[in-house]
């Protein structure tokens, strides 16, 4: 499948800290790619530079194919959305208004407006005044502007960090619909549950550096120890070894009937990322 | 390059839905034709005093509240939306300046009719005036990219409203210090100067030099304005 994102040996200094370094990635056409990493690990950085933002200090980026030195042209910028963790709405303007500049600004029709506010639960709204709006309205009118001129590539910065449970599930729907459309999805995010659902690939970015890549099955499947936690009836808990001396233990246990539960002893996200730089993700 | 008068007019739809609502600047525009009413009522009008008025005007609308409509969007992170956009610098700096340019035009037609000015040659002062807006436009757009949140940019733009709405005066001092010879380069000396040439029934003959430097002026500062827009859109 064709990389519709390609980085190369890509770094990044202010003054004298290092805010990505060798960063290495491809980004598939169709797929939902996760930058997780800590508040201050280069997620933000990277975004800026892929959408031509902020210029590396080393290294290549490559987004549909060129040098992200060509987003700057007008035709580019079409192709891709970017919600960032800032808003960027006119706050005394209402939600309609914000959306209708932006329909103009990439000349789509306004009948678009209703389809983006339904996906993001706030059509009964759209003449409230964005100051008064709570900060997760606030973020949802931000991911609907995003998802306006339904682009080939999203960059989502933390999206749902604002939202409540019932919002951000509806906001995931919403996601999964627009890629099963075609759009590829860069998402970065500290929230482990959110990229574990949602993600096809995700890289685990820590001080700048990538320290992990791959599909979230795989990673688990890596740092899993094979184990299997079986709870008994009289509510006892025990973990049982992989192979066959495991296999022997189980079967006395579901032959004597005492097995209430059997759980296989997969790590979460959290846990490998946690294993593997040990930091912890805030 | 693209030129879309569709985008052109929403930034400028924009800006004066949010401009309407926002009364801590869009007070300012009626500063000019009040203080012009007063002296339009005084009835002792000079032409030094109507180019006060016109000069503050140019400070006050298209300078300050220019400034201000460029710091706002910087602070509230708006133009980095706008900067992502398909739209092209040409298209955003037009559309931001549109609606300034409107309220400046409007409010110098309302305070010279407010002080009583009656131009001898309305084509040629049309013309300065219009090419003088630009100017101020531009410095003011400079302004605001420059300025961090509006309330640096109003502190800024101060000196600008001084230097031009009173510098008029400078003329009085010329004699006497040399060195504020360079000063009646100034665009608004020379607008003052194309006023008593028309005063004096002298045609666009002798008036087009002074035309090319305000033009001069007004092209100086949109080109340093355009120069700095770029550079804003890389962090």
């Known amino acids: 499948m064709e990389n519709?994102?390609?980085?190369?040996?890509?770094?990044?200094?202010?003054?004298?800290?290092?805010a990505l370094e060798s960063v290495d990635f491809q980004v598939k056409r169709g797929e939902v790619f996760g930058f997780l990493g800590p508040s201050g690990s280069g997620k933000t950085?990277?975004?800026k530079i892929l959408t031509g933002q902020l210029l590396p200090t080393n290294g290549e980026a490559f987004v549909f194919g060129e040098s992200v030195e060509k987003l700057k042209q007008s035709s580019y910028r079409k192709r891709f959305g970017v919600l960032t963790d800032n808003s960027g709405l006119y706050v005394r303007l209402s939600i309609y208004d914000n959306l209708k500049l932006y329909c103009d600004l990439y000349d789509v029709s306004y009948t678009k407006i209703d389809e983006v506010l339904a996906a993001v639960n706030l059509q009964e709204d759209q003449k409230k005044r964005i100051s008064t709006l709570s900060k997760g309205m606030t973020q949802r009118v931000t991911l609907a502007r995003a998802l306006l001129h339904e682009p080939e590539l999203l960059f989502l910065d933390e999206p749902t960090s604002a939202l409540d449970p019932v919002n951000t599930l509806h906001i995931y729907e919403g996601l999964r619909a627009l890629n099963k459309k075609g759009t590829t999805i860069f998402l970065t995010t500290h929230d482990m549950q959110e990229a574990d659902t949602l993600c096809d690939r995700i890289a685990f970015l820590n001080k700048g550096r990538i320290q992990l890549l791959d599909t979230p099955n795989k990673l688990k499947k890596k740092y899993s120890d094979s184990t299997i936690t079986v709870e008994l009836k009289n509510e006892e808990k025990i973990v049982l070894p992989a192979g066959a001396e495991g296999a022997q233990q189980l079967y006395d246990y579901m032959q004597s009937n005492q097995v209430e539960t059997i759980h296989s002893n997969e790590p979460t996200l959290g846990d490998i990322f946690v294993q593997v730089t040990g930091r912890k993700l805030a | 390059m693209t030129f879309s008068w569709k985008r052109i007019n929403a930034i400028f739809m924009k800006d004066y839905k949010d401009f309407s609502r926002n009364l801590a600047v869009s007070m300012v525009i009626f500063l000019p034709p009040i203080l012009a009413a007063f002296i339009g009522r005084m009835g002792a009008a000079s032409i030094e005093s109507y180019y006060m008025i016109i000069n503050m005007a140019f400070g006050m609308v298209a300078s300050y509240v220019q400034s201000c409509l460029i710091a706002e969007e910087k602070e509230k992170n708006t133009l980095r939306g706008l900067m992502l956009s398909p739209a092209t610098t040409t298209e955003i700096l037009t559309g931001k300046t549109l609606l300034s340019f409107v309220l400046t035009i409007v409010t110098i037609l309302l305070s010279i009719v407010l002080a009583g000015y009656n131009p001898a040659n309305i084509a040629i002062i049309a013309v300065a005036i219009i090419l003088s807006t630009f100017f101020y436009l531009g410095l003011g757009t400079l302004l605001g990219l420059y300025a961090k949140s509006v309330m640096e940019a109003s502190v800024?733009?101060?000196?600008?409203?001084?230097?031009?709405s009173f510098g008029t005066m400078i003329i009085a001092l010329v004699e006497q210090y040399p060195i504020l010879k360079a000063a009646t380069y100034l665009p608004n000396i020379q607008l003052l100067e194309i006023a008593a040439k028309v005063e004096a029934g002298i045609g666009f003959g002798d008036i087009w030099l002074h035309l090319a430097i305000i033009a001069a002026w007004a092209v100086a500062s949109f080109a340093t304005a355009v120069v700095i827009y770029r550079k804003r859109m890389v962090d």
């Open chain 1, 45 to 47: 950085t990277t975004i």
């Open chain 2, 156 to 164: 800024l733009v101060l000196p600008v409203m001084i230097i031009f």
């Open chain 1, 4 to 18: 519709i994102i390609e980085v190369k040996n890509l770094e990044k200094i202010f003054a004298n800290q290092t």
